[in-house]
């Protein structure tokens, strides 16, 4: 099992709390006892858990605090603090996937604050900031090829994604989608998204979800789905992502089979509450685990277009395992 | 033959005997000598009827001539069979008698019987054949249970095994299954390919309580079809492969539990559902189980075996709940394809399972039903909107007088589940439904006075109404039904053609009837009304015409005052 399980690859308490931009990414160490006191300008006194990002080397973290105008760099290997001043109070941290830079949002400016690693924690001046004219920014999502950063907001209705260039020219492009965000998932390929949306129930609609091309101008494709989605699976190739959905008020489970790059969408219906997803690269099927007295699980053939074949539900896994061949005593 | 020759022949034989053992010493007369003829049961095959008379040793077959020759009693054959007759049954195709003894067990002396299931085949039976030659197949232990394999024309094989009769030895093992390959001739265990072989299925502490022979089925797609035995015991289900019953060294079988292990209680199977609707087809190779207590369904499904498996298989489990236990069920195809069917009479509603998936769905009914027949092919040829490709079934055995029977269109059952069933209003609760050969029709049972004929191509139903409780033969042409009082004397014919009762009368009391082939002439067929006091008597009639002056029905009696083999 590849890591495309959905805590893994992204469904993070962050990515669907849309009351705030800016909750954690998870970290693993405690990093409140470096944080210096609030610098001057603009801060107000510090509330709330540290959002920490550590490069993948394990040399650096970038802490962020909120109601700090600032993030604090700290050298792993002897524990010395660096503090990078913003003009801002960042909404959201994160860091590139090779760890050689990291990434600040300031939501009340809509700026983006790159900071070059190591060379931050030399010079806090090395930062470099981009304005996103007219939008509203608060979260930043680096693609794996980290030539891009994906901007948005879970803290307002706006449905609009940004696409940043994270080159020297520091383009960037905004999509309009058709309703406010929820949660965005990059694919491995960097060249797609899949975006949840936090909708207003209504006429049997209870939520939906958007593959929204990132590396091209292809209009995204929006599906209305009849129950809220609960959990993202991403193909490591970056071709295919599962999407569940559960509503046990309604029964109303399922799961959709996103493919890419035709923005295709196939719907399955499940028999019982999704609880995990995920995907076995090798075996090119997505699994989609459910809450079920005997257990239950659902592979999906991620070739397949749906139909017949397509999903095949095995339960009773204590059973399968007892069945035995044998013969005579 | 003339039964008026052979009585006194008889008689006067077993006189001289008895006096010769008077004066000899009665050591070295054989034993059925002593013993009167009775019938132990009587078996209708396709062309004739089997008496089997176990206190000597034999089955009778006996037949009628046709038309032309008056529709008299045709030579019988007495054919011997093994002592101890506990079983006795016919092939599907009616030309095939199976008898299973259990011979002189114990055996005490060199000249005791072996248990032997002894196959009789009469698909050459004709009025001046030569005596038939069964086949003896001996087997090592007594059993008292067979199966018949009901697939194709012919038999390809039988089993025998303990199942839930009365244990009659000291010691025994109720796993033990003994296969015989219908096919082949007898061969004893020193043989290289022994014929029948015995094999002992592995048990979590169940035993054989009822088998299932199955169509081919695709359970290994690089492989051609082949064929299980399914055998339910009190707590799970073992899966055989008859294709390779008598493989040298022998392969081993596959038992799926219904339980985890982990508690003490368990589940026992209540009936089975195969799904081989296309043998070339591996997602047409299903199994479906049910249990008396459990509101999982259990299907099973097949795949490539594990790596250094014996069988070719390797089966999965799946469960689904359907809200209740089932009552009955099979696999049906619908508008979204392939489902297994449950009735659930708790719910009053049946649930479509899709096997692949899980997903069930609720279909309503207007009663508690707890059977569904499949009537596909009966309703279809009528053009009764049944979209191709889809079934229709019968729902039976409501829980209230009114329930009658219910026709459910499966074409629409997934889509508009609301909209699937027709009520066809009958009086009485329907407790079985027999089938009509080769028409349309099917014969609804009831425990009132009453039964009823429905026609699938017309949705009508026919009330036929009865002095009593009658019981009923359906002709194996499909042209009529014979409806008889057991042990009385009348008897009645009623032709499904504009279902005119023709009421007819014979001088004894009636056991059974069986509608016949004559012997020679296929074309013409004969009703035996048999009487199985004393020696065992018969009316025969014209089936066809029972009141044809040309062909009075004829009596007779001592039928089995013939000579023993």
């Known amino acids: 099992v590849d890591n495309g399980d959905a805590s893994a690859a992204g469904v993070d308490a962050a990515d669907v709390d849309a009351g705030d931009d800016g909750a954690s990414d998870g970290g693993v160490i405690d990093a409140a006892s470096a944080i210096p006191a609030a610098p001057d300008s603009g801060s107000t006194a510090p509330s709330g858990s540290p959002d920490?990002?550590?490069?993948?080397?394990?040399?650096?973290?970038?802490?962020?605090?909120?109601?700090?105008?600032?993030?604090?760099?700290?050298?792993?290997?002897?524990?010395?603090?660096?503090?990078?001043?913003l003009p801002a109070l960042p909404t959201d941290l994160t860091m590139s996937p090779s760890g050689d830079f990291g990434v600040a949002v300031l939501r009340d400016t809509s700026t983006v604050v790159i900071l070059p690693i190591p060379g931050i924690a030399a010079d806090p001046t090395l930062l470099r900031t981009t304005t996103i004219s007219g939008e509203i920014i608060g979260r930043a999502i680096v693609t794996a090829d980290a030539k891009s950063a994906l901007l948005f907001t879970t803290a307002a209705p706006v449905a609009h994604l940004t696409v940043l260039s994270l080159d020297a020219t520091a383009s960037y492009r905004t999509i309009v989608l058709h309703a406010p965000l929820l949660a965005v998932f990059p694919t491995a390929d960097s060249a797609n998204a899949i975006v949840l949306h936090n909708i207003t129930p209504s006429n049997g609609v209870e939520g939906a979800f958007s593959i929204v091309p990132i590396a091209s101008t292809l209009p995204a494709n929006i599906v209305s789905l009849p129950a809220p989605p609960t959990a993202v699976a991403l193909a490591p190739l970056g071709d295919r992502a599962l999407v569940a959905m559960s509503d046990p008020t309604t029964g109303t489970y399922g799961a959709y089979l996103a493919k890419m790059?035709?923005?295709?969408a196939v719907p399955y219906v499940l028999a019982s509450p999704p609880i995990a997803v995920g995907i076995v690269s090798g075996a090119?099927?997505?699994?989609?685990?459910?809450?079920?007295?005997?257990?239950?699980?659902?592979?999906?053939?991620?070739q397949s277009d749906g139909g017949a074949g397509g999903a095949r539900t095995i339960s009773g896994f204590e059973l399968g395992a007892r069945i035995i061949e044998g013969s005579n005593p | 033959v003339s039964h008026s020759r052979q009585l006194p022949a008889r008689v006067l034989l077993a006189s001289a005997l008895a006096a010769l053992g008077s004066t000899l010493g009665c050591s070295s007369r054989p034993s059925f000598w002593?013993?009167?003829?009775?019938?132990?049961?009587?078996?209708?095959?396709?062309?004739?009827?089997?008496?089997?008379?176990?206190?000597?040793?034999?089955?009778?077959?006996?037949?009628?001539?046709?038309?032309?020759?008056?529709?008299?009693?045709?030579?019988?054959?007495?054919?011997?069979?093994?002592?101890?007759?506990?079983?006795?049954?016919?092939?599907?195709?009616g030309f095939h008698l199976f008898v299973l003894s259990t011979g002189d067990w114990p055996p005490q002396s060199t000249t005791d019987e072996l248990p032997s299931l002894t196959v009789i085949d009469t698909t050459n039976w004709a009025p001046n054949s030569p005596p038939l030659t069964p086949a003896l197949y001996p087997m090592t232990q007594p059993l008292p249970n067979l199966a018949i394999d009901p697939q194709g024309t012919s038999p390809s094989y039988a089993v025998a095994f303990q199942g839930s009769a009365a244990q009659n030895v000291l010691v025994e093992n109720a796993n033990e299954l003994v296969i015989f390959d219908l096919t082949s001739p007898p061969a004893d265990p020193t043989q290289t390919r022994p014929n029948p072989i015995v094999h002992t299925i592995q048990s979590f502490g169940g035993t054989p309580q009822a088998l299932t022979f199955t169509p081919p089925l695709l359970v290994n797609p690089i492989d051609p079809a082949e064929r299980l035995l399914v055998v339910e015991t009190q707590i799970d289900v073992t899966l055989f492969s008859l294709d390779h019953a008598f493989d040298q060294p022998l392969r081993p079988e596959v038992t799926v539990p219904l339980t985890a292990g982990t508690s003490t209680s368990s589940l026992t199977p209540a009936g089975i559902a195969v799904d081989a609707f296309d043998p070339a087809s591996a997602a047409d190779a299903r199994i479906a189980v049910r249990t008396t207590s459990d509101t999982n369904v259990f299907t099973i499904a097949f795949g490539p075996p594990d790596p250094g498996a014996a069988n070719d298989f390797k089966p999965t489990v799946n469960l689904t709940d359907v809200g209740g236990v089932p009552s009955d069920m099979a696999f049906v195809h619908t508008d979204a394809g392939l489902r297994l069917a449950a009735l659930v009479p708790t719910k009053s509603a049946a649930v479509l399972v899709e096997p692949d998936t899980s997903l069930t769905t609720n279909v309503m009914l207007p009663s508690s039903y707890s059977n569904l027949s499949l009537v596909t092919a009966q309703v279809a040829p009528a053009g009764n909107a049944v979209a191709p490709g889809v079934d229709v079934a019968l729902l039976w055995n409501g829980s209230s007088q009114q329930s009658g029977v219910a026709l459910?269109?499966?074409?629409?059952?997934?889509?508009?589940?609301?909209?699937?069933?027709?009520?066809?209003?009958?009086?009485?609760?329907?407790?079985?439904?027999?089938?009509?050969?080769?028409?349309?029709?099917?014969?609804?049972?009831?425990?009132?006075?009453?039964?009823?004929?429905l026609n699938l191509a017309t949705t009508t139903v026919f009330p036929l109404d009865t002095s009593g409780q009658v019981a009923l033969s359906i002709a194996p042409d499909g042209s009529r039904i014979w409806a008889f009082a057991k042990d009385g004397e009348d008897l009645a014919s009623i032709a499904l053609a504009d279902l005119n009762p023709t009421q007819l009368l014979t001088d004894a009391p009636i056991d059974a009837v069986f509608d016949v082939a004559c012997l020679g002439d296929p074309a013409s067929r004969a009703l035996f009304a048999l009487d199985l006091q004393g020696s065992v008597g018969a009316t025969v009639f014209n089936a066809e015409n029972p009141r044809d002056p040309q062909t009075p029905p004829r009596r007779v009696s001592g039928l089995l005052l013939e000579e023993t083999p």
């Open chain 2, 408 to 453: 459910w269109t499966l074409g629409n059952s997934v889509g508009q589940p609301y909209f699937s069933t027709q009520v066809l209003n009958i009086a009485q609760a329907v407790q079985r439904v027999d089938d009509v050969p080769n028409s349309n029709l099917k014969v609804l049972e009831s425990n009132g006075n009453q039964f009823f004929v």
């Open chain 1, 52 to 85: 920490v990002s550590i490069t993948p080397d394990g040399s650096y973290a970038l802490v962020r605090q909120d109601g700090v105008a600032a993030i604090t760099v700290i050298a792993l290997a002897d524990g010395t603090t660096t503090t990078v001043p």
């Open chain 2, 34 to 93: 002593n013993t009167a003829p009775t019938a132990t049961s009587t078996v209708a095959l396709r062309n004739g009827v089997a008496i089997v008379d176990d206190a000597d040793h034999r089955v009778l077959l006996v037949g009628a001539l046709g038309a032309a020759q008056g529709f008299a009693l045709a030579p019988s054959q007495s054919i011997a069979i093994g002592h101890h007759v506990v079983s006795a049954q016919a092939s599907p195709d």
């Open chain 1, 261 to 264: 790059p035709s923005l295709q």
């Open chain 1, 284 to 302: 090119s099927d997505g699994y989609i685990a459910q809450d079920y007295s005997e257990g239950r699980i659902t592979f999906v053939d991620l």
